[in-house]
């Protein structure tokens, strides 16, 4: 049981340049979230989704867009990345309607530096 | 706008001391709250949900309480070990986002246990 992945690990951009981040569950949930943590500032929601084919935007959407077209997949992309996109980006699940602990499950992370 | 603070920011000790963390927050309408913990350069840990309705729970050594009137909540350590240096967050969620799931997330502090 792999729980929340996260692809690719660390990657580096240079301004202007285009990328996107995988995150996959094998729990079954519904609830999918990107986070994006800086200093000093801890963790932000960027984009949220409720299920399959749904997003939603969180606190800080602007520069990235989302999609969740299957339901163990939550794909976050920067179509023109800027620096203040450099930050470490989580993404995470949630447990609920079945009874047991409504709780998130977070992934290990993707460090993106943007020059 | 809800808001969570983390207090203090970095806290040093040694090792088999007891110690507490404090996370406050701005909205007293509390659905629950999260305490989580992250090892440099990882993910996110989930350590003990509180619900809304109730007071502590413990885990271990662990033991976080909630008072929703005066708008805290504190995690206990007891007889802290070198292991336990990590950062501490805390992340509230509000009745209004019971639903979504969102939560707003301190600054968290960093626990260094000196041997």
């Known amino acids: 049981n792999a729980g929340v992945t996260q692809t690719p690990k660390f990657r580096v951009l240079k301004t202007g340049q285009s990328m996107t981040l995988l995150c996959a569950q094998d729990?079954?949930?519904?609830?999918m979230y990107w986070y994006r943590q800086d200093p000093g500032m801890g963790l932000r929601l960027i984009h949220y989704?409720?299920?399959?084919?749904t997003t939603a935007k969180g606190e800080v959407p602007d520069g990235y867009n989302v999609s969740r077209l299957k339901k163990q997949n939550f794909l976050l992309g920067l179509e023109s990345a800027a620096p203040s996109q450099t930050s470490v980006y989580f993404c995470?699940?949630?447990?609920w309607g079945r009874g047991g602990r409504d709780e998130q499950f977070f992934g290990p992370g993707t460090r993106l530096t943007v020059l | 706008k809800q808001e969570v603070t983390q207090i203090p920011a970095a806290l040093s000790v040694p090792e088999g001391e007891n110690l507490v963390l404090n996370c406050s927050f701005t909205d007293s309408a509390i659905y629950n709250l999260q305490w989580f913990r992250q090892d440099p350069g990882k993910g996110l840990t989930s350590l003990l949900l509180?619900?809304?309705?109730?007071r502590e729970q413990t885990s271990g050594r662990l033991n976080a309480s909630l008072d929703k009137s005066s708008g805290r909540s504190t995690l206990y350590i007891a007889a802290s070990q070198p292991g336990d240096s990590a950062t501490y967050l805390c992340?509230?969620?509000?009745?209004?986002?019971?639903?979504?799931?969102?939560?707003?997330f301190g600054q968290g502090t960093t626990l260094q246990v000196k041997p």
């Open positions: 729990m079954n949930h519904e609830y």
């Open positions: 509180i619900q809304s309705s109730q």
């Open positions: 992340a509230f969620r509000g009745h209004g986002s019971s639903n979504t799931g969102k939560l707003i």
């Open positions: 995470a699940s949630r447990s």
């Open positions: 989704s409720v299920g399959e084919g």
